[in-house]
Protein backbone atom coordinates (compact mmCIF):
# COMPACT_ATOMS: atom_id res chain seq x y z
CA UNK A 1 0.00 0.00 0.00
CA UNK A 2 2.74 2.52 0.82
CA UNK A 3 4.22 1.70 -3.15
CA UNK A 4 0.76 2.77 -4.16
CA UNK A 5 1.09 5.66 -2.53
CA UNK A 6 4.48 6.75 -3.50
CA UNK A 7 3.86 5.90 -7.05
CA UNK A 8 0.50 7.72 -6.77
CA UNK A 9 2.39 11.24 -5.55
CA UNK A 10 5.13 10.52 -8.05
CA UNK A 11 2.52 10.36 -10.85
CA UNK A 12 1.36 14.22 -10.04
CA UNK A 13 4.92 15.44 -9.86
CA UNK A 14 6.19 18.11 -11.52
CA UNK A 15 9.80 18.67 -12.38
CA UNK A 16 10.20 22.59 -11.14
CA UNK A 17 8.62 21.85 -7.42
CA UNK A 18 11.62 19.17 -7.50
CA UNK A 19 14.39 22.26 -7.43
CA UNK A 20 12.08 24.83 -5.71
CA UNK A 21 10.23 23.29 -2.95
CA UNK A 22 13.64 22.04 -1.02
CA UNK A 23 15.02 25.98 -1.19
CA UNK A 24 11.91 27.23 0.13
CA UNK A 25 11.78 24.86 3.26
CA UNK A 26 15.61 25.08 3.61
CA UNK A 27 17.17 21.40 3.00
CA UNK A 28 20.56 22.98 3.05
CA UNK A 29 23.17 21.51 5.55
CA UNK A 30 22.30 23.14 8.63
CA UNK A 31 19.15 24.53 7.95
CA UNK A 32 15.97 23.57 9.63
CA UNK A 33 14.44 21.17 6.76
CA UNK A 34 18.27 19.58 6.10
CA UNK A 35 17.89 16.39 4.31
CA UNK A 36 14.48 16.58 3.55
CA UNK A 37 13.81 15.12 0.07
CA UNK A 38 10.94 16.42 -2.27
CA UNK A 39 8.93 14.69 -4.72
CA UNK A 40 7.70 17.84 -6.40
CA UNK A 41 4.36 17.53 -5.33
CA UNK A 42 2.02 20.59 -4.51
CA UNK A 43 -0.41 20.29 -1.89
CA UNK A 44 -3.51 19.91 -3.60
CA UNK A 45 -2.21 17.18 -5.35
CA UNK A 46 -1.58 15.72 -1.90
CA UNK A 47 -4.82 16.16 -0.89
CA UNK A 48 -6.28 14.37 -3.85
CA UNK A 49 -4.41 10.95 -3.05
CA UNK A 50 -4.57 11.24 1.01
CA UNK A 51 -8.66 11.08 -0.13
CA UNK A 52 -7.92 8.11 -2.39
CA UNK A 53 -6.66 6.22 0.40
CA UNK A 54 -8.42 7.81 3.16
CA UNK A 55 -8.96 4.40 4.58
CA UNK A 56 -5.77 2.99 5.58
CA UNK A 57 -4.43 1.17 8.56
CA UNK A 58 -2.29 3.13 11.44
CA UNK A 59 0.31 1.02 10.58
CA UNK A 60 0.28 2.43 7.15
CA UNK A 61 0.20 5.73 7.81
CA UNK A 62 3.08 4.83 10.51
CA UNK A 63 5.24 3.60 7.46
CA UNK A 64 4.29 7.02 5.35
CA UNK A 65 5.06 9.03 8.37
CA UNK A 66 8.52 7.68 8.50
CA UNK A 67 9.02 8.19 4.88
CA UNK A 68 12.11 10.39 4.12
CA UNK A 69 9.65 11.93 1.33
CA UNK A 70 8.27 15.32 2.81
CA UNK A 71 5.21 14.52 0.48
CA UNK A 72 4.56 10.84 1.75
CA UNK A 73 4.48 12.70 5.82
CA UNK A 74 2.08 15.06 4.43
CA UNK A 75 -0.57 12.52 3.23
CA UNK A 76 -0.31 10.77 6.07
CA UNK A 77 -1.02 14.06 8.28
CA UNK A 78 -3.58 14.76 6.40
CA UNK A 79 -5.06 11.47 6.14
CA UNK A 80 -5.22 11.93 9.94
CA UNK A 81 -6.21 14.96 9.97
CA UNK A 82 -9.68 14.20 7.67
CA UNK A 83 -10.40 11.37 9.43
CA UNK A 84 -10.49 13.43 12.66
CA UNK A 85 -13.28 15.90 11.12
CA UNK A 86 -15.55 14.74 13.70
CA UNK A 87 -13.53 14.20 16.76
CA UNK A 88 -10.38 13.14 17.52
CA UNK A 89 -9.74 10.12 19.12
CA UNK A 90 -6.96 9.38 22.04
CA UNK A 91 -5.20 6.77 19.51
CA UNK A 92 -5.10 9.61 17.13
CA UNK A 93 -3.72 11.69 20.01
CA UNK A 94 -1.25 9.86 21.09
CA UNK A 95 -0.11 8.56 17.62
CA UNK A 96 0.43 12.28 16.63
CA UNK A 97 2.60 12.78 19.65
CA UNK A 98 4.38 9.99 19.75
CA UNK A 99 5.61 10.98 15.89
CA UNK A 100 6.62 14.85 16.25
CA UNK A 101 10.31 13.93 15.08
CA UNK A 102 9.21 13.27 11.82
CA UNK A 103 6.61 15.88 11.96
CA UNK A 104 9.79 18.28 10.86
CA UNK A 105 9.03 20.84 8.96
CA UNK A 106 6.62 24.42 9.65
CA UNK A 107 3.81 23.07 6.94
CA UNK A 108 3.46 19.85 8.31
CA UNK A 109 3.05 21.26 11.96
CA UNK A 110 0.80 24.19 11.00
CA UNK A 111 -1.72 21.74 8.62
CA UNK A 112 -2.03 19.34 11.61
CA UNK A 113 -1.07 20.13 15.05
CA UNK A 114 -4.22 22.50 15.20
CA UNK A 115 -6.76 19.80 14.00
CA UNK A 116 -5.45 17.44 16.15
CA UNK A 117 -3.90 18.43 19.10
CA UNK A 118 -5.97 21.58 19.62
CA UNK A 119 -8.83 19.80 18.35
CA UNK A 120 -8.64 16.96 21.24
CA UNK A 121 -7.72 19.67 24.38
CA UNK A 122 -10.39 21.81 23.95
CA UNK A 123 -11.84 20.65 26.62
CA UNK A 124 -9.32 18.93 28.34
CA UNK A 125 -6.29 19.72 30.56
CA UNK A 126 -3.58 21.14 28.66
CA UNK A 127 -0.24 20.18 30.47
CA UNK A 128 1.02 18.39 27.54
CA UNK A 129 1.31 21.33 26.00
CA UNK A 130 4.14 22.97 28.54
CA UNK A 131 5.90 20.26 28.24
CA UNK A 132 5.63 20.24 24.62
CA UNK A 133 6.63 23.75 24.94
CA UNK A 134 10.08 22.20 27.65
CA UNK A 135 11.09 20.07 24.50
CA UNK A 136 14.33 20.31 22.94
CA UNK A 137 12.64 19.32 19.35
CA UNK A 138 11.66 22.51 17.55
CA UNK A 139 8.90 20.91 16.14
CA UNK A 140 7.42 20.09 19.63
CA UNK A 141 7.57 23.94 20.40
CA UNK A 142 6.06 24.25 17.36
CA UNK A 143 3.32 22.16 17.73
CA UNK A 144 2.72 23.65 21.34
CA UNK A 145 2.18 27.07 20.43
CA UNK A 146 0.63 26.47 17.27
CA UNK A 147 -2.34 24.12 18.45
CA UNK A 148 -3.43 27.04 20.71
CA UNK A 149 -5.05 28.44 17.31
CA UNK A 150 -7.89 25.95 18.00
CA UNK A 151 -8.68 27.11 21.33
CA UNK A 152 -8.55 31.30 20.16
CA UNK A 153 -11.22 29.76 17.54
CA UNK A 154 -13.05 29.34 20.59
CA UNK A 155 -12.11 32.64 22.13
CA UNK A 156 -10.08 30.95 24.81
CA UNK A 157 -6.90 32.51 24.57
CA UNK A 158 -5.40 32.47 28.05
CA UNK A 159 -2.97 29.47 26.84
CA UNK A 160 -1.94 31.19 23.66
CA UNK A 161 -0.65 34.02 26.24
CA UNK A 162 0.96 31.67 27.98
CA UNK A 163 3.09 29.59 25.86
CA UNK A 164 3.74 32.85 24.47
CA UNK A 165 5.55 34.32 27.12
CA UNK A 166 7.20 30.77 27.95
CA UNK A 167 8.83 30.92 24.62
CA UNK A 168 9.50 34.40 24.37
CA UNK A 169 13.21 33.94 24.23
CA UNK A 170 13.24 31.03 22.12
CA UNK A 171 15.97 31.03 19.64
CA UNK A 172 14.59 30.22 16.80
CA UNK A 173 13.12 32.54 14.26
CA UNK A 174 10.33 30.01 12.96
CA UNK A 175 9.12 30.06 16.39
CA UNK A 176 9.39 34.13 16.50
CA UNK A 177 7.16 33.68 13.71
CA UNK A 178 4.53 31.19 14.93
CA UNK A 179 4.41 32.86 18.28
CA UNK A 180 3.71 36.11 16.53
CA UNK A 181 1.51 34.67 14.43
CA UNK A 182 -0.75 33.36 16.87
CA UNK A 183 -0.52 36.36 19.40
CA UNK A 184 -2.03 38.29 16.08
CA UNK A 185 -4.75 35.46 15.61
CA UNK A 186 -5.92 35.72 19.29
CA UNK A 187 -5.57 39.90 18.85
CA UNK A 188 -8.83 39.10 16.26
CA UNK A 189 -10.63 38.32 19.56
CA UNK A 190 -9.91 40.67 22.08
CA UNK A 191 -7.63 44.03 20.67
CA UNK A 192 -6.63 45.58 24.00
CA UNK A 193 -5.61 42.09 25.51
CA UNK A 194 -2.92 41.72 23.02
CA UNK A 195 -2.10 45.81 23.02
CA UNK A 196 -1.31 45.85 26.58
CA UNK A 197 0.15 41.93 26.07
CA UNK A 198 2.77 44.05 23.21
CA UNK A 199 3.35 47.48 25.23
CA UNK A 200 4.00 45.13 28.62
CA UNK A 201 6.96 42.58 26.86
CA UNK A 202 7.77 44.78 23.72
CA UNK A 203 11.43 45.53 24.70
CA UNK A 204 11.93 41.86 25.13
CA UNK A 205 10.41 40.30 22.02
CA UNK A 206 12.21 39.21 19.09
CA UNK A 207 11.43 41.81 16.60
CA UNK A 208 10.05 39.28 14.23
CA UNK A 209 7.77 38.00 16.76
CA UNK A 210 6.75 41.74 17.45
CA UNK A 211 5.85 42.64 13.79
CA UNK A 212 3.95 39.50 13.05
CA UNK A 213 1.71 39.82 15.79
CA UNK A 214 0.79 43.83 15.04
CA UNK A 215 0.07 43.24 11.80
CA UNK A 216 -3.44 43.73 12.08
CA UNK A 217 -3.16 47.26 13.93
CA UNK A 218 -3.21 50.75 12.24
CA UNK A 219 -0.07 52.78 11.27
CA UNK A 220 0.11 54.60 14.07
CA UNK A 221 0.18 52.19 16.45
CA UNK A 222 2.04 49.37 14.96
CA UNK A 223 4.25 52.25 14.87
CA UNK A 224 4.04 53.50 18.38
CA UNK A 225 4.64 49.46 19.11
CA UNK A 226 7.34 49.18 17.26
CA UNK A 227 9.74 52.23 19.53
Same mark, same amino acid.
Given at each position: ?T?????AL???????? *????????? $???G?Y?E???F??V $??PN?? #?V???YK?V????????????W??M???A??I?V???K?? +? $????FD?? &??Q?NH???W??V?L???QIV????L???R?I??KL???E???D????? +?S??T????N???? $?????LK??N????????????? &???A?K??T *???Y?? +?????SV?P??M????I #????K??R???M?
Amino acid at each position: MTNKIYNALVARSDEEK *KIVLPRFFK $TGKGQYGEGDKFLGV $TVPNIR #EVAKEYKDVSIDILKELIHSPWHEMRMCALIILVNNSKKS +V $TKETFDFY &LSQTNHINNWDLVDLSAPQIVGQYLLNKNRDILYKLAESELLWDNRIAI +VSTLTFIRNNDLDD $TYKLSLKMMNHKHDLMHKAIGWM &LREAGKRDT *KRLYDF +VMKHKSVMPRTMLRYSI #EKFDKETRLELMR
